[in-house]
């Protein structure tokens, strides 16, 4: 470079001077002055120096430019290094170099080149794990990772920065795979849920979120779904452990009916799965549609068929309770303490007063009494059952014994005489029999604190009814065999004084022995057995029916013979006072208690019926029922027992006195008033 | 009378602030021992029995003649003002059902139909559904005219059994009300008192003026019409005369299905109608026995002792209402002794 210049210079010298001497040559042609040359030639040369200048300053210029050119390119690398957390090598050794600016410009061009290469290459990752985070960001639907967060900032892009991106990128992914594998659980166990509830998974899930039904493709992971996916899970688990309850509630129910009703296992079978789950817990529960609306119902249904069932089954079923009562009552001899159809009434149960279970258990404890006590009464009423029998023999042998006839011999008589020897033998037995049952009745009762009732009969009762029965037929017998030795004297006589025998002939005393004196009739009470021979008693008491009739007539004339002495003698006989008195016990003999007010249904009186007065108005004259009917009669067997009070169901004509005023309801009865009606007369008057 | 055992001591426990007129009917709920009564005060008054404690009055615009539970928060009311109402105790409330056209003698709720029942002096039953509670136009099932005016009325399942005056007894069945069922004449010579059907449902028991009591069946059969039969009650011989009382109230007992009787003697009596005894007689209230009523497990009997104006407007003993707890030899049946020979 420096050779070419320096020949163009001394060629521009040569030139310049040649040219400077061709000006002389023309200029002195010219005659130019000198001042004028000089003049000339100064104006040249500033004008030389002109150009030189200005070519100074033009290089000046593109050194300057060339500097700051370098300048920049190494500010430049140097940021650039410092972004990509690098140390700028080069620049220090740059300075040195005397390879001239353009030459440092070169060397450092590649460099900057190479590094702006580098830097775009490591944005792109970042960009790249960038993009990434981001995606991930809004997948899971974090607010706070949003784009500003990491601004596209360049000026840190060094490896640390990238690392720490990339870590967080796993992290995000990390957190990601868990919201994914959380969501499959939920997933999962939702679909279990609505497996078991029966309910349509696709339908449940797409609820939650849209994404989630579709089988691949991605899930929505946000916070948002978990959320929901959780409350879906929640609240199917809320349905499932109330339908749990439901189900278990009506498994203990058919639980029940079954026992109750003796249910046959094949159709117990058919729910044994619902049964089966009655303890179970509700995680225990996975069987698909265990707990559908429909299954459910369905069991619903069942145990609905059951009640249903047990409703109708339930009067049999009390029905045959009672009747098992009552069986074992009868076996023990036991009587019920009312008429069963008042203790268990069968249909207040129909019309749903009673419970039928409640019921049922009563019933049930009845047997459970009735039981332990036939238990206790069992030795008792073994004896019992002999004593009876060995009474039934003795009355066979007593009517055997009447038998005249008895010794002919006929077809199995040898039989009957065998019977009889038996028989003999067995009444001999008797009295210690009745001696040992009295005395184990007896501890029985002091053991109990009760007494012990056969067929509602005291047992001790008809022990004695026995023995003063005995006793009287004992009686009985002396006094025949003290005819017959009468007898046999009046035929002594008879023949000493007419020397003839008369003809066998049956005793005189044409008295018939009462048929059952062998066997007490174990229903018979005391007074009974008192009023059994005695015929004066009946004939006594006709006299007094006939009183008691009159008085009822004269009942029936009400006001007029309200007063009359013989009417309130008589009518006071009436009433029923059961005192020892005797008079009164006769009374209480004329009135059949229980006597029903069928006409057919009773004796007929002996005594006529007196017609009454005529001066009686015609509606009182006709009581309840005609008087024809009216049941006044000798009743055969009194009643026994003092404590009830019979009611007084003989119609006995219209009353002697009303505690109220009797026009009111018999002088006018087209204007009959209640006492309500004429208590609000008189309120409203008022 | 004496044969049964007279019991010493008092009717039981006397509820305090009872009804200043006449009671004319008491009756306990069927879930618990409240017990309602009516009163000519014009007022009807919740009690509990048992607490002997007045949970509430309700003032009607007449003398109240008859009341019923609805259920144990409220009740129904039978009005001398014509009026059928309904009360809620809780609250007071009252609705009006509707009126009939001359006092409202006797009001009953039947659980089986949902439906009240009410009897009244201008000879008519009218059924009332309280289910629907759309104003009285809708409330109204029907009217049923009786032979006369309707003094007593009794409910047992389906079966309604009205008692009128002039001695009619009409059955219905409450799913047909189109007609009564049968219609009868009382066997008793007497105006009717009270009816009351047996908890059986069998029959029911009607009582007359003339102390007496009829037995009767719904069984139209020769074999069950032979069960029935009547007997004298309540009646008294003083210095010759027989003197006779009317029977106003009966009650039978929800378990053993037995009855009570009262009469304006002042007597209460036990009965026990298919062993045709006397189960017992308590000793005497001070005035005549108006209304009665079992508690739903007939461990209690709510007696009212007030003058029912059979002898006019008199000084009588003021009104008062007995609870006693009852014992169960008062009211179970006894065996008979001598049972027919099978």
Known sequence: MTSLPKNHLSEMETTCETLLHELQVIWDEIGESDPEKDKMLLELERECLEVYRRRVDQSNKRRAQLRQAIADSEAELAAICSAMGERPVHISQSNQNAGGLREELKAIAPQLEEMKKRKAERWGQFLEIIEQIKKISVEIGHSDYNSSDIALDQSDLSMRKLEELTMRLQALQKEKSERLKQVFDYLKSLSMLCEVLGLDYKETVSGVHPSLDENEGSKCISDDTIVRLECAIDSLRKVKIQRMQKLQDLATTMLELWNLMDTPIEEQQLFQNVTCKLAASEHEITEPNTLSEDYISYVEAEVLRLEQLKASKMKDLVLKKKTELEEHRRRAHIIGEVGCETEFPIEAIEAGAIDPSLVLEQIEAQIAIVKEEAFSRKDILERIEKWLAACEEESWLEEYNKDENRYNAGRGAHLTLKRAEKARNLISKIPAMVDNLEAKVTTWENERGTDFAYDGVRLLTMLEEYTILRQEKEQERKRQRDQKKLQGQLMAEQEALYGSKPSPSKPLNGKKTPKNTGVPNRRLSLGGAMNQHSKTDIAHSNRAIRAAKKADEMGTLSPVSRGLDIAGLTVRKLSFNATSNNTSRESEVLRKPFSQVKPGNQLAPTTPVSKPLASI??????????????????????????????MQVACTPAPVALKFEEENIKLSPEVEFSFEERRLALYLSR | MSAAPVPLGSGGKELSKPPTDGISNLRFSNHSDHLLVSSWDKTVRLYDANANVLKGEFLHGGPVLDCCFHDDSSGF??????????????SGKEDI?????????????????????????????????????????????????????????????????VATAGRHINVYDLRNMSQPEQRRESSLKYQTRCVRCYPNGTGFALSSVEGRVAMEFFDMSETAQTKKYAFKCHRKTENGRDIVYPVNAMAFHPIYGTFATGGCDGYVNVWDGINKK????YSKYPTSISALSFSRDGRLLAVASSYTFEEGDILHEPDAIFIRSVNEVEVKPKPKTVPAPS
């Open chain 1, 617 to 646: 108005p015609a509606d009182i004259e006709e009581e309840n029922r005609p008087p024809k009917t009216v049941p006044i009669i000798a009743s055969k067997t009194p009643i026994a027992a003092p404590s009830p009070s019979p």
């Open chain 2, 97 to 161: 059902l509707g009126r009939h056209d001359a006092p409202v003698r006797c009001v009953e709720y039947s659980y089986a139909a949902g439906q009240v029942i009410t009897g009244s002096w201008d000879k008519t039953l009218k059924c009332w559904d309280v289910r629907g509670a759309s104003g009285p136009e809708h409330t109204l099932v029907g009217t049923y005219p009786q032979p006369e005016r309707v003094y007593s009325l009794s409910l047992v399942g389906n079966k309604l059994v």
């Open chain 2, 77 to 90: 009311s039978a009005c001398a003002d014509n009026t059928v109402r309904r009360y809620v105790f809780g």
């Open chain 2, 278 to 281: 006397r189960l017992y007689q």
